[in-house]
């Protein structure tokens, strides 16, 4: 049976899709049979796994929006052990279109419901928002897991997202949890981010992983070659942390 994991932060540019991607990458090169799931109407996992947008016939949107099956939408990536679930810029719309669909809250739950026996870990990269489109990746999921930048302003919006967490699983997943928190473009020379550390370790006692990706430009560059940091230079820091913070994840769910 797989493990779902969301991907979430409703701040944009935390680290969620960098994340999502190199945490999924890792995840195939050691031997899970992986699935990335992309709801953003960004659609930056999507890219960053070598696809190219304009040639998708099915994605996202159309399992959301048009009851497609979930299982029309995977291609699988060039690289180990990895699939994805694509994003259209369409989903943008989907937001409002899915106000009217029938347990619009429920619909990508359903469609990963049949595909979660062909996978060991299915990772969702969310939109930066806390609409019904994120709504949907926490009720679909079993855990969420929470980059958080190393800059000033990083623990703004925490409360509001534990909030949403809080209401999806009181209301429709009670056994959703989280994950951890990840703490994402370090930079220990900095004073700020020490502080910054000690902050969100306080906010969420025991749930920071121990593991904390570094700020690194390789992992910015790897994007625009299609490739998940640990294909474009393996033995990078920021490729190295990823693979860490993957035993870290493994080791949690044994
Ligand atoms: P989000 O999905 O939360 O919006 P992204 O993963 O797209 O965030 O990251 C935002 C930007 O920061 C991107 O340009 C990405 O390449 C860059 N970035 C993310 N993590 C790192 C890092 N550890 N070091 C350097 N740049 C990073
Ligand atoms: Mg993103």
Redesign the pocket.
Known sequence: MSKVIA?A?Q???????????NIAAWLGAKGKRTLLVDI?P?G??TSGVGLDRRSLKTTTYDILINGAKGADAVVKTAFEKLSILPSSADLAAAEIELADIPAREAVLKNALAPLRAEYDFILI??P?SLGLITTNALNAADSVLI?V?CEYYALEGLSQLMNSVQAVKRRYNERLELEGVLL???DGRLNLTQQVVTEIKKYFPRKVFSTV???????????SFGQPILYYDRSNK?SQ?YGALVDEILKKNR
Do not use: F, W
């Open positions: 991907v932060n701040k944009g540019g935390v680290g969620k899709t960098t994340s999502a991607v953003d960004q930056n996992s990269d969310c930066p980059p930048q994402t473009m370090y990706i570094p700020r690194t430009v390789r992992l910015s560059e790897a994007p920021g942390a």
